[in-house]
């Protein structure tokens, strides 16, 4: 017999309405109403998972070595366990709701909600600025990082008096909870998630053991090490140079696993969430890229910022790995899907190493074609039309993330104190970051083709598809640092004079003999914001810039057919969980033992 859905779920999401969303709107609109009917849920619920389009996410497999393949199944292992990280990080119920849904979703209506919180992690809507779509409860700005009644007063008067504890506090791999007096304490995750963190980390060394790829087995060992004692500097070191063994058994995985991002802490900005990205190196487009990595001395000497802010105490080691995405797990695959990423985060180690930039060709392919091309048709100038292309969007990509390593990452706060940039802008710092990577990286693009380095027609490409871009990410929501960041860039090119808005024709343009004087403007505020640990700044221009005007509201309206963004559906990773799970079986029998049970 079926069990029903929890009482308070459902009465929770029956009764969510207008009161919590503020004025209420009808199903076409997208939000919910305390008098709807089944019917009527459904239609909105359609909606929402209409904003993620399925795509078929593969990678060609014929080429990889039965040696990889057995490490390959492994990795997977350890991803699943990532996803059970970041839906207990993400909030409080999330986890027995999915898995609930999981066992006895059977009607429409429960197969649709079970979609939705696969792809949330949670009963949250990453699009809606985490508005609840199943219960009344708000989600805290801190996820589960923090004790839900704590406020940011009481963090901060906390440090204030324990000034010994500071470093734990906002380290990024602890949790903050109340000891038995109700007083705050830390808890490294090594602890926290210990039972979880351990079962990654046996498949992390089995599959070290079936690797001949020094670099690789390194990596994994020394991160299976890091779940243990909660230090992640040794592997993450270890990690930038992950494809430096060239000797025989030389392995293509590109792996990363563990906690990296901040997003999800919306409190402070300080608490790293779990993720995985499982994919295999393409070589001839990383060798194309590798040229820019000898630039970026030259583009921090050049940086449009005071020379006493620059950076040039960073590691050496910048490697750029083009991949093609396997499977991804955690963090990465809530909501919006990851195209690239520049990591580690760590300031420590990028003074001490470097980092790497991991562009994954697949995912960015699908989210172009997918949603950036209509984008484009949509809400540009016909004129621009032509030049919104793939080479232009991927260079944005790279460019973006090379200019996360660019600029400042230690520095001296106002106060005078030696702080990391994160550390100094709180809660501000996700949407700052991203933003300053997005505007470094177009100022990047235009440097290196005034050198001559990237080639002159790709100005204009450049203009036109971030132009569209801006708009594609916009429509992630203002809670979202990406959109938001988005949204600031707009809204301060717009007032500059380098976008025209023709309201007859509703279409957008972009003012190409102005452009590069803008992208310098807004960059040298951005880096000086960084540079300075300027707080009160970061919001001030976050209060300024990042109100959505009716011109993108109303452009964003026509857009709504339009999917947000791809669901991956990781067929390789399936094929591959299939065949090598009959390999594991067999060797467990043959070797006497017993399933991890996974």
């Known amino acids: 017999m079926k069990k029903s859905l929890p009482e308070v779920f459902v009465a929770g999401f029956l009764l969510f309405g207008c009161a919590h969303l503020g004025a209420e709107r009808d199903a076409e609109g997208g939000k919910m109403d305390s008098k709807m009917g089944k019917k009527a849920l459904i239609k909105v619920l359609k909606a929402k998972r209409a904003k993620f389009k399925d795509i078929e996410v593969s990678v060609d497999l014929n080429g990889v070595s039965e040696e990889d393949k057995r490490v390959l199944w492994h990795l997977l292992q350890a991803a699943d366990v990532m996803d059970l990280l970041f839906f207990k990080q993400a909030s409080k119920d999330g986890l027995s709701i999915y898995e609930h849904l999981k066992r006895h979703a059977e009607t429409e209506y429960e197969k649709l909600l079970l979609e939705l919180v696969e792809i949330n992690f949670g009963v949250y809507d990453r699009l809606e600025d985490h508005k609840p779509f199943i219960e009344t409860k708000d989600k805290p700005l801190g996820a589960e990082f923090y004790p839900e009644d704590m406020t940011k007063e009481e963090f901060e008067s906390f440090l204030k008096a324990h000034e010994d504890k500071r470093d734990a506090f906002i380290s990024p791999y602890t949790v903050i909870r109340r000891g038995k007096n109700g007083e705050l304490e830390s808890v490294p995750y090594s602890e926290f998630y210990k039972d979880d963190l351990e079962r990654a980390a046996r498949h992390l060394e089995a599959a070290a053991k079936e690797t001949r790829d020094e670099a690789l087995k390194r990596f994994l060992l020394s991160r299976a090490q890091a779940f243990r004692t909660n230090d992640y500097f040794q592997s993450e070191c270890d990690w930038v140079d992950l494809h430096s063994y060239k000797g025989e058994g030389k392995s293509a995985i590109e792996i990363t696993i563990g906690p990296y991002e901040v997003y999800e802490d919306r409190l402070f900005n300080y608490k790293a969430s779990f993720e995985a990205f499982v994919g295999l190196v393409d070589e001839k487009e990383s060798a194309k890229l590798s040229l820019v990595s000898s630039f970026l001395d030259e583009l921090e000497a050049n940086l449009p910022i005071e020379a006493r802010y620059k950076n040039f105490g960073r590691g050496q080691a910048s490697p750029i790995v083009v991949a093609n995405l396997l499977y991804s797990a955690g963090d990465t695959k809530a909501g919006v899907q990851t195209t690239a990423y520049n990591l580690p985060n760590d300031e420590k180690v990028r003074e001490a190493k470097g980092s790497k930039k991991v562009l994954l060709k697949n995912v960015g392919r699908a989210k172009f074609e997918a949603s950036l091309v209509p984008i484009a048709r949509r809400v540009l100038d016909q004129t621009l039309f032509d030049f919104v292309d793939f080479d232009a969007y991927f260079n944005d990509v790279l460019m973006h993330e090379v200019s996360h390593g ?193």
């Open 406 to 598: 660019l600029g400042p990452g230690i520095i001296t706060a106002l106060d005078g104190s030696k702080v990391q940039v994160n550390v100094a802008l709180k809660e501000t710092y996700s949407t700052v970051e991203e933003c300053k990577a997005d505007v470094v990286g177009l100022w990047a693009s235009f440097y290196l083709i005034k050198k001559g380095i990237f080639p002159q027609e790709l100005g204009k490409r450049i203009m036109a598809t971030m132009l569209a871009g801006l708009f594609r990410s916009m429509r992630f929501g203002v809670s979202e640092a990406h959109g938001l960041a988005n949204l600031i860039e707009y809204n301060f090119f717009k007032e500059e004079g380098c976008i025209a808005y023709d309201e007859k024709g509703g279409r957008f343009s972009v003012v190409e003999d102005k452009f590069v004087g803008c992208v310098e403007g807004l960059a040298r505020r951005l880096l000086t914001i960084e540079a300075t640990g300027d707080y009160e700044g970061a919001k001030g221009m976050i209060e300024k810039f990042g109100k959505m005007p009716p011109e993108v509201a109303e452009a964003i309206k026509r857009l709504e057919d339009i999917p947000v963004d791809i669901k991956p559906i990781y067929s390789s990773a399936q094929e591959l969980r299939r065949t090598m799970g009959k390999w594991w079986m067999q060797f467990v029998n043959d070797k006497g033992g017993e399933d991890d049970k996974e």
